[in-house]
């Protein structure tokens, strides 16, 4: 039972020729009951990964252009390959198989629709269900997210605190029990506490249905907290994955090296007063070209050798580095 992802290749055309590949030769597996979290800076292509595993990816501007994404849940018969779908096998596979938190629950939700209707309605698109027993099931998954679903029910987006939206998604995305789900920067608009309460909620989650859990983020002491595995990614490629906590305490590649020394928490080498390190420059267009290592304007690391496509190795103990440079882990 899992989600495996196999050479995905995504392209993003924003003006008709200047092409990019968002997403490059993806390797990725997620199996059920596990969190799985992809980590890297703003820019660097995870929602457009997360959009394309549902085909969700904006389609004037960006293409799938290879791959497979195969998918086997323990309520389907056989294991299909989502990008072979027709568009009304499609709508059986988003919310039912695999559900979406997406990146900003302010825009996600219908502002002029109550909130127990919007969850109301996804039970009734996809169940054969009563409108009482749909309204029912609404305000039961609203209780579960612990907001009082009686009284909720009728309030609009607007009447509720980022948390609790938050949670409106979360229960929108759990009510029609997918074995998949894909939580794009879920805690990132959220203050802490009302984060950690979302992240106690999604390992709650994981742990009674079982679910798979593919957790985007920008930070990587979040996807410590909560993933059994971690990709780290970077314009549009998988730089690094590994175990959470050996790819934590052990990270292989330069770029992970620079984001783990970057953050306090997990920096070994960081004392208070001192000038916390920065990764220099920004991520830019030009880092998605071919020719080269993608982190090859920001490596500390970086020569002529450098100055080629990098393929992905894999070493021993589930760990994968894209860089020539690591020859052991
Ligand atoms: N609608 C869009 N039109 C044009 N370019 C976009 C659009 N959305 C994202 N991009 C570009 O695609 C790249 C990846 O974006 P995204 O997947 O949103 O990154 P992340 O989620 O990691 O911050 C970025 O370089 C971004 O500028
Ligand atoms: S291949 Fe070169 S530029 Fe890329 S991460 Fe390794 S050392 Fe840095
Ligand atoms: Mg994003």
Do not use: W
Request: charged letters at 25%; a neutral charge.
């Amino acid at each position: 039972m899992g989600l495996e992802i196999k050479n995905l290749t995504v392209e993003l055309c924003t003006d008709g020729h200047n092409c990019i590949n968002v997403a490059d030769s993806l390797f990725l597996t997620i199996n059920e009951g596990e969190v799985v979290s992809i980590v890297g800076e703003s820019g660097s292509g995870k929602s457009f990964l997360g959009l394309s595993i549902l085909r969700l990816n904006p389609p004037r501007i960006s293409n799938i252009t290879s791959g497979e994404i195969r998918i086997k849940c323990k309520s389907q018969d056989k294991e299909i390959d989502i990008l072979k779908l027709n568009p009304e096998e499609l709508i059986g596979v988003r919310g039912r198989l695999v559900s979406m938190i997406f990146q900003d629950p302010n825009t996600s939700l219908n502002p002029v629709m109550k909130i127990g209707e919007q969850i109301t309605e996804a039970i009734l698109a996809h169940k054969k269900v009563s409108k009482k027993e749909a309204i029912d099931t609404a305000v039961l998954y609203l209780d579960s997210m612990n907001i009082d679903g009686k009284s909720r029910f009728g309030s609009y987006p607007y009447e509720l605190s980022g948390g609790m939206r938050q949670r409106v998604m979360i229960a929108m995305a759990m009510v029609l029990h997918p074995c998949f789900l894909i939580a794009d920067e879920p805690t990132t608009a959220l203050d802490v506490t009302t984060s950690l309460r979302v992240l106690k909620l999604i390992e709650d989650i994981r742990e009674k249905s079982n679910i798979g859990v593919i957790f985007i983020t920008h930070d990587l002491t979040v996807a410590r907290s909560i993933s059994d595995r971690i990709y780290v990614f970077y314009a549009g490629q998988v730089m690094e994955s590994g175990n959470t906590e050996d790819l934590i305490n052990n990270p292989a590649h330069p770029y992970t090296v620079s984001l783990i020394k970057s953050v306090p928490f997990l920096s070994t080498d960081y004392t208070p007063k001192q000038r916390l390190f920065t990764i220099p420059g920004f991520i830019t267009k030009d880092d998605f070209s071919k020719g080269k290592c993608r982190f090859y304007s920001r490596c500390f690391k970086r020569d002529e050798n450098c100055l080629t496509d990098i393929s992905i190795s894999s070493f021993e103990g589930g760990r994968d580095v894209r860089c020539i440079k690591v020859k052991n882990v």
